[in-house]
């Protein structure tokens, strides 16, 4: 079993900065195209980030674009997710979620991911 542990949530006033952390266990961290997805209250969980295995190709929703960054560091058997400029509706649950295929969608669903973290709850203020 593959288990997924994100860090690095908490509170933080608009206009602020984050980095949440997954460390991966259990697996082939290196093989797996990782992603970040999040849900906040009375929402449907949303893609926010993907990174190919190798980390040579991300994506990013609309909403984040400009403002997140995901990385890896597949010696870490981690991946990040720096977040700027921080908004109000960026307040969420955010989860990491690893697919084996190594590959996902160029904007991908939930569905896709065959391992999900526990979550971190990151709060903006406004």
């Known amino acids: 079993q593959v288990h997924l542990v994100e860090s690095g949530g908490g509170l933080v006033q608009a206009g602020g900065s984050l980095r949440l952390s997954c460390a991966a266990s259990?697996?082939?961290?290196?093989?797996?195209?990782m992603g970040w997805f999040r849900q906040a209250p009375g929402k449907e969980r949303e893609f926010v980030a993907s990174?190919?295995?190798?980390?040579?190709?991300?994506t990013y929703a609309d909403s984040v674009k400009g403002r997140f960054t995901i990385s890896r560091d597949n010696g870490r058997n981690t991946v990040y997710l720096q977040m700027n400029s921080l908004k109000f509706d960026d307040t969420a649950v955010y989860y990491c979620?690893?697919?084996?295929?190594?590959?996902?969608?160029?904007?991908?669903?939930?569905?896709?991911?065959?391992?999900w973290g526990q979550g971190t709850q990151v709060t903006v203020s406004s």
């Open positions: 979620a690893a697919a084996q295929g190594g590959y996902v969608s160029l904007y991908p669903v939930w569905k896709e991911f065959d391992y």
């Open positions: 259990g697996g082939s961290f290196s093989s797996y195209a």
């Open positions: 990174i190919t295995w190798s980390g040579d190709s991300t």
